[in-house]
Each structure stands twice: as C-alpha cells, then as structure tokens.
C-alpha cells in the first residue's frame, strides 16, 4: 500500500492536511444535507440546490486551471484554505445570531465554498506529481484515497454526534477550523516551482493556455473516452449518490438520523476497502478492461438496489432492518468499485498529462464530464418526487449499462501502452522527489 510515503515530510503534511479538512467538509455535507432535507422535505428542492452549486464550476472552471498554472500552487492552496475558513466563520455568526439558515443562505455557502474547491482544486491538482515518482504514483494516489475514505467514515459518525446534539452552528465551527488547520500543515511543504506563468498576463496569454489544455485532450484517447464515459456515468450516478439514497432511506423505509449515519459511514468504509483492492490488481490488469469490468459491475449493483423499494420485497419483513442491510450490502459493493475505477483513472491521469499544465487540463476535464451533473440531479430529482422509486433506478442502471456497452471497446483500447505514454511528446517536464 505505500504506507511509507507518509514518512515523507511532504507528501505526509499534505495528505494530514487534506485528511483534517476533509472530515470538516463531510460533517458539513452531512448535517446540510439533513438540515435541508428537514426544511424543505422535497426531493427536488435538495437536488435542486445540489445542482446550483454545480454552475460555478462550470462558468470557473476554465479560469481557474488557468490560475492553477500561472501561480504557486502551495502558496495557493494555503491561501485557499486560510479563506474557506473565514466564510465558515462568517456563516457560522449568521447562523448564531438568526438561529437559523434560509435558502437563500444555504444557496450563498454553497456557492462560496464551491468557488474557492475549484480554485483549490486546480492548485492541488499537479502537487502530488510534483513530489511522487510516477512509479510509486499508484501508491500514493491508493494512499491519497484511502486516507481520505477514512475521513469519510469518521465524519458521519462524528456529525451525527455534533448535529444530533449541538446543530448546524458547530458543525460549521469546527469545519473552519479543519480548514484552518490544514492551511497551517500546508505551510511547511516543500513543492518545486513546475508552474508556468506568462512573462505577461492578459485575455490572449489566458486564452492559449486554454487551447493547449484543450489539445491535450483531443490529443489523448483515453481522457477522451473517459470524458464520453464519464459524462454519461455522471448523469446517472451523481444524483443516484446525492438524492436516491436519501429518498430510499428517509422516505422509503422512514429510517431515521442514525441510520442514515450508519450508512455513510459503510459507504466510506467501502471507500477504503477500494484501494486495497486496487494495490493487489492495479499492475496486474490493464486499466482498460479494470474500468470496464469495474463499470459494468457498476450497472448491475444499481440494477439490484430497485429491488429494496419494492412493496413485494418489503412485505417480506417486518421492519427495515433486512432490507436496510440488504441496502448496506449492495451499496458497500458499489462504493468499492467506483473507488477502483476512480483510483485507475488518477493514476493514469498524472502520468499523460504535462505538469505545467495539470491545472488547466484537470479542470477542464472536470468541467466536461459534470456538465451533466445539474441536468442529471434536477431530472432525476424530479422522477424521484413523481413516480415510483425502483422505476426510477431501474432507469438510472439501465442508462449505465448502455453507456458501458457501447464505449467498452474505445475502454479496452486505452489500455495500448502508446495511446497513454504522451508526456514526452507534448512537453510535460516532471518533478520527482519521492
């Protein structure tokens, strides 16, 4: 697994200091989305509001790849965290002195964080190719997850407790503080200077920047097969994650706080579970058939979980206990394979794309493949308030196992060692300190 990356002042501080802000961010998501869901108890005014957080990474995006080139990527990330931590603090006095949050407050924090995450995120992207030779990138990003799905399966744990007995307020205290302190660990690592900025800064110097993160790109099939891919997979999945589990456990089998508790938590446990699994068959079978077989898998889970809403299944029981487990178990299969295929994807990613421009290209990719995302949660959001719910997961794996089906052989082709060796040919320079 590469636990000894860790050691390395470096690589350690950062994965330290985005484990402590992670949990702070995932209590956040996971008390908001309670709070929200108890005020509006509308399925589609959620993912309504899980879509508008959406459109500021579609119109910044660009922009910020872009800045994530030009500037000092630590310097940036340190300042980015410093100022996530001030609009937490901001809202949490509003939260104090109101006792309470509007939509039209939640609709503001929302936006603000999802501001400085694209920003944050462009800065961050080239780091770890920066101080990690790719050939112990695998690890590291395997670690990066696992790490990470740790904080995932603590904070819902740690939010129920706080939520259930302090509210939103501390929840959002304690968030700024994660970030403030993972601000503070980001401080004292050291990254080499691989950003690429123009001896002038305008619209023209801007513009090609853009172009070249955009040729690359074109110029790679497999982040053009995953950008196809993902953008189908995104539509289904993303309001299948954001609003379909909270309707199948809050509404469907009425369970309450806690239960939605246990289920994040065995979600994010599934999370951690991934890259293990990944350590023992990454370099053993190519990515292209690991993502295929990973995604049809995929298709067939969500295809499975239609069957817990059925009144047939449900009258098999008493209570929701079986069928809560039932759920649990599909869904820790699911977690488990998206963090295979998410893991095989990064890797490969770090190693075609130059890290000058890591930012650029990263956020564009990004941005193609979640434009469907606001599409996906408002339609799906929809079906999910009108018509019954295993119809409508029905439909969510059935578009999955379609999409699988018609890309699985550009899938099987990326794994051709030329298709993905194009650093060299387009100017990439690396950075290794690991």
Known sequence: MGFNLMKKKDFGL???????????????????????YALTGSALIFSTMLSISILPRLLMSPVAGVFGDWFDRKKMIVRLDILNAVILGIFAYIFYVNSSFNLVSIYTLVISLELTEIFYESSSAGIIPSIVNKERMAEA????????????????????????????????????????????????????????????????????????????????????????????????????????????????LAATDYHYGIFQTVMALSMVTGPIVVSFVVKKIEVGKLCTAAFFIVSFIVLSVAIVPSTIFLSL??????????????????????????????????????????????????????????????????????????????????????????????????????????????????????
């Open 141 to 252: 990003r395997s670690l990066e997850s696992m790490v990470l799905s740790i904080a995932r399966l603590l904070s819902p744990m740690i939010a129920a407790v706080i939520y259930g007995a302090s509210g939103m307020f501390l929840v959002l205290v304690v968030n700024a503080i994660s970030f403030l302190l993972s601000g503070l660990s980001e401080v004292f690592i050291h990254v080499p200077e691989n950003h690429k900025r123009p001896d002038k800064i305008n619209m023209n110097a801007f513009f090609v920047d853009v172009k070249e993160g955009l040729k690359i790109i074109k110029n790679n099939k497999f982040i053009r097969t995953v950008i196809s891919l993902g953008t189908i997979v995104n539509f289904v999945i993303a309001p299948f994650f954001s609003v379909g589990f909270i309707v199948l456990i809050k509404e469907v």
């Open 317 to 434: 029981f008493n209570g929701i206990l079986i069928p809560f487990i039932f759920l649990m178990v599909l869904s820790f299969g699911l977690g488990v394979t998206i963090s295979i295929v998410n893991i095989s994807i990064m890797t490969l990613f770090s190693e075609v794309v130059p890290l000058h421009a890591m930012g650029r290209t990263s956020t564009v990719l990004n941005l193609l493949v979640t434009i469907a995302i606001p599409i996906g949660q408002i339609l799906f959001g929809f079906l999910y308030d009108t018509i019954f719910t295993s119809y409508v997961i029905i439909i969510s794996g059935m578009i999955m196992l379609f999409a699988i089906i018609i890309f699985r052989k550009p899938m099987l082709q990326v794994a051709d060692k030329e298709d993905v060796s194009t650093k060299d040919s387009l100017g990439g320079q690396m950075a290794y300190e690991i």
């Open 14 to 36: 950062l994965i330290v200091g985005k484990f402590v802000s992670m949990i702070g961010s995932n209590m956040q998501q996971f008390a908001l989305a309670l709070y929200v």
